[in-house]
């Protein structure tokens, strides 16, 4: 199994900046992919932006130019760094991650952290 633990999130005005990171645990496991996704009251949870373990990055046309997905050296942290947040960005996020346990492959979602964004 593989444990997300997200911090990060909070209130924050339009316009401006946010960092949220998450850090992946467990035990003989191996990642290939880690991102974020989220999900406005109301809405679907939609992709943000994810990172395989190489240099393939993918964003949501809504937050490209404006967030930033990056992963530590040891590959099993993943950050989203937000700016220029608008209302729109109001949502819960989720870490996830594609991981192989013990020969299987598995999604695995965090608890998810509340970003609102007031106007």
């Known amino acids: 199994q593989v444990q997300l633990v997200e911090s990060g999130g909070g209130l924050v005005q339009a316009g401006g900046s946010l960092r949220l990171s998450c850090a992946a645990s467990?035990?003989?496991?191996?990642?290939?992919?880690m991102g974020w996704y989220r999900q406005a009251p109301g809405k679907q949870r939609e992709l943000v932006a994810t990172?395989?373990?190489?240099?393939?990055?993918i964003y949501a046309d809504s937050v490209k130019a404006r967030f930033t997905v990056s992963r530590d050296n040891a590959k099993t942290t993943v950050y989203l760094q937000m700016t220029s947040l608008k209302t729109e960005d109001t949502a819960v996020y989720y870490c996830?991650?594609?991981?192989?346990?013990?020969?299987?492959?598995?999604?695995?979602w965090g608890q998810g952290t509340q970003v609102p964004v007031s106007s």
């Open positions: 467990g035990s003989s496991f191996r990642m290939s992919v």
């Open positions: 990172s395989d373990s190489g240099p393939s990055i």
């Open positions: 996830y991650c594609r991981a192989v346990v013990r020969f299987v492959q598995a999604d695995y």
